[in-house]
């Protein structure tokens, strides 16, 4: 149990789309929990089970990979190298859960069947997770799409209308100037210092937005990552707006309409 506790608990880190929690954090408890209450079921051996634990961490990362393997290349290449990091870390961290504890067994029938509940809940939250990506990652994702055309469409209008502001100062798009035409989803502090010039992250999706001197605009939306964040494109300039599919010319990024 300790060994397919410590196996299965790694998956939902390495699923892809994933959930983005503090999921490393996660499976390292999960490995704590399941050697140390295997540790105090088990007759045959602390070492016996720190063992299962190390090979169950070893035996979930191949199999979790073999089963998602990354479609990134360069993400592909380096799993092996993130197999190895998951079992040295899981090995002092195995080792202090079986060994940390004082000599002790449950042999109260009461206090067994909970230690048994405990340990059968660390072995089932992996294959749960799991189970429950798919249609979370499709939540987030709608949500993420949703906000996005919010926040696009009211920044354009906010930009537009700066642009038509008596005494516009050319090629300024400040934050502090937007906001005060901005009525859609907020951004962060930090997205209205940065947001003239840079790409700003919200909910998945990265907005940039420059300003010439010759009071020309272009405003760009697209998810921050291909899987798990969004599926929409937008871009705006001062002579067309809407949905979008952006192609690359080269260095330069040209927005071609579409019709969705």
Same mark, same amino acid.
């Given at each position: 149990m300790a060994g397919i506790g410590s196996a299965t608990c790694w998956w939902p880190v390495i699923i892809e789309p994933n959930l983005d929690w503090p999921l490393w954090w996660l499976a390292l408890s999960l490995v704590a929990f399941a050697t140390g209450l295997a540790t105090l079921l088990s007759d045959i051996g602390r070492p016996a089970v720190v063992s299962a634990s190390i090979v169950g961490t070893l035996v979930g990362q191949c199999v979790g990979f073999w089963i998602w393997r990354p479609s990134d290349a360069i993400t592909a290449s380096f799993v092996p190298f993130a197999a #190895?990091?998951?079992v040295l870390v899981a090995v002092p961290v195995a080792f202090v859960a079986g060994f940390a504890?004082?000599?002790l067994t449950v042999s109260d029938p009461k206090r067994r069947r909970a230690v048994w509940?405990?340990?059968?809940?660390?072995? #089932?939250?992996?294959?749960?997770?799991v189970l429950m990506t798919p249609p979370l990652v499709a939540y987030r994702v709608a949500r993420n799409d949703q906000l996005a055309a919010q926040r696009f469409h009211s920044l354009n209008n906010a930009v537009q209308q700066l642009l038509a502001e008596p005494g516009y100062l050319a090629g300024n798009c400040e934050g502090s100037a937007l906001r005060r035409h901005y009525a859609g989803p907020s951004f962060s502090e930090s997205s209205w210092r940065y947001i003239s010039g840079n790409a700003v992250r919200e909910n998945g999706y990265s907005f940039v937005l420059s300003c010439a001197q010759s009071g020309q605009y272009r405003l760009n939306a697209s998810p921050t990552r291909e899987k798990g964040d969004g599926t929409r494109q937008f871009c705006a300039d001062q002579s067309w707006t809407g949905t979008c599919s952006i192609k690359r010319n080269q260095s330069q990024c040209a927005c071609m309409p579409s019709m969705q």
């Open positions: #190895a990091a998951a504890l004082p000599s509940t405990a340990l059968l809940c660390c072995v #089932a939250f992996g294959p749960m997770v």
